[in-house]
Structure formats: structure tokens, C-alpha cells
């Protein structure tokens, strides 16, 4: 459940403006598995409105979506009713701390932009994030992956332009945002073995609707983007204001592209994929009896 989005609101407009990215860097990290891709059971850790799992279920045997907000999960369980109706998916309603799944039991877990809504912060060293990451290594079977899709803090600086308008609530959501070098040395302690990390640039959350400069004004663009529940009244206000002010002078989508700039350096995501270590050729066929 986010700490501060209400998406049993945002739940029937969020698909409007945001996209399954990085799927190819999913099926990439689940084809090292042990087993073929096709054999794999995926768990969605935080899966919202189903689109990674849409996106995937043709692709695995089956998934397990897990979600805390009913408005979600139920969108997902009717965009996907087909594939329930046919085993290749299970809905949880759940927190992804505290997976409903049993040990060893999965090939891989994938995260995607769930972790800054946890209840945490760098105050409390991210105890919460931790759960979440042992969880995942409890269920995943040896030489499964556990796959995080997240923004660094240095990505919500640079990778989106319109938070240029709302540094206070970017700042808000830099401070739950678990720094990449944070995230490896917990993964590490709770029994990963090892992890890599990618950034695709030419990823973008939001596709075509990230460009549209006017978006700013359009309720249902801003929903698609949990950082504007936290922009105050009157700071929206005075937001929307400054945007109609330059929309209206033809200045606004100059002030788009210059302030996109950094993120052709930055990215807008990072992929960290951590494995479990496999069994050794002795532990699968078992001790020998004599």
C-alpha cells in the first residue's frame, strides 16, 4: 500500500499514461534461470493494474500477482480474466513483505516501481525494503532472480522534467528512495549472491504521454505520476498557473526539452537483478547411500 497515493482514486485512469518498460530486460534475466523461460513461474510483487503481468503472462508458465490495494488488484483480475480462467495467473491481496506463497516455490520475482511507497527512509536505515527483499529470496528457488525496477535518487532529479515544477515533492519522494549502493549491500545480507545493475536509456514510463508539455493541466495525465499527491493545493494552483502562463507565450514546450536534457545522461529507471546462489551439482542428485 503506498504511503501516500490514494489509488483506489488513481486505479481507473493509471494505465492512461504509464507502459510495461523494460520487458525485454525482464525475459533476459529470467532466460539465465535454471529452468527454460516457458517452465517459469513469475511472481508481480506490487503488479497495480496488471501491465507487466499482460505483458508477460504469454510468456511464463504462470504468474502470482500480489497487491495491497483492492482498486488495483481489481483492475489487473479484469484485464486479465482469461488468463485467471485458465490457471495462468493468481491475484493475492497482500502486502509484498509478507508474500502468500510458500518457501522455494517460484523462478523469479519481479518489483516494479513499488519501493518508494513503502513505509521507510534512510532514518531508519529502510528496515522495510529489507523485508521485502528477504521475502523475495524466501520464495524464490535456487538460481532464481529477484528483478527491481526503480528510479536512484539522482534519476528523480534528472530523468523527469516536469519535477522541475514541484521540487518540494520531488525532494519528498528522493527521501523514501533507497539509494542503489543501499539497495546491493541489503540484497547481499539477506542471501543474494550477486546482482548487476542496467539503465535504459531510451526507457520512458510514461511513453508518448511523458512528452506531451501540456499534460501538467489534464488530472488524469498528473494521476499517472504518484508524486503529485503530494504537491499541496496551493502549490498546484500556482503550478498550473506558471504552465498556462507559458503554454500560453508558445514557451512551454522549449521549457520541455530544455529541462529533459539531463535525462539523456541519467535514465529514468535502473534495473537491479540479484540471484540466488543454485545448487551444486551434489546437492541436486542428493547425498550417495551406500
Known sequence: MSTYENYHE???VYDKTRSAGGIDIILRAM?????????????????????????????VKRIEAVDLNEGMLRMA???????ENKGRIH???????????????????????????????????WP?????????????KP??????????PEQLEMGFWFYSFIPDAMRAVQEKTISLEKMAEQLKEVGFVSHTQEVPLDLILQKEAYFKF????????????????????ETLKNVLKKVKDLKQRKKLEDFMKQHDLPRNNSGQVT?????????????????NIF
Open 10 to 12: 488513481t486505479s481507473q
Open 31 to 59: 532466460e539465465k534461470g535454471t529452468h527454460p523461460l516457458n517452465e517459469q513461474v513469475l511472481v508481480d510483487a506490487g503488479c497495480g493494474t496488471g501491465l507487466y503481468s499482460a505483458a508477460l503472462v504469454n510468456e
Open 77 to 83: 483480475q479484469v484485464k486479465l480474466k482469461d488468463e
Open 91 to 125: 491475484f493475492h491481496l497482500s502486502s509484498i513483505s509478507s508474500l502468500p506463497l510458500p518457501d522455494e516455490s517460484v523462478d523469479a520475482v519481479m518489483v516494479n516501481q513499488v519501493l518508494h511507497h513503502l513505509p521507510d527512509d534512510e532514518k531508519k536505515d
Open 128 to 140: 522495510e525494503h529489507k523485508k521485502v527483499f528477504r521475502e523475495s529470496f524466501r520464495i524464490v
Open 143 to 152: 538460481g532464481g532472480s529477484l528483478i527491481i525496477n526503480s528510479c536512484s
Open 214 to 233: 501540456d499534460g501538467i493541466l489534464d488530472q488524469d495525465w498528473r494521476h499517472g505520476d504518484s508524486i503529485w499527491s503530494l504537491v499541496e493545493n
Open 271 to 287: 534495473f537491479t537483478i540479484a540471484r540466488k546462489k543454485p545448487l551444486t551439482t551434489i546437492q541436486k542428485k542428493g547425498p
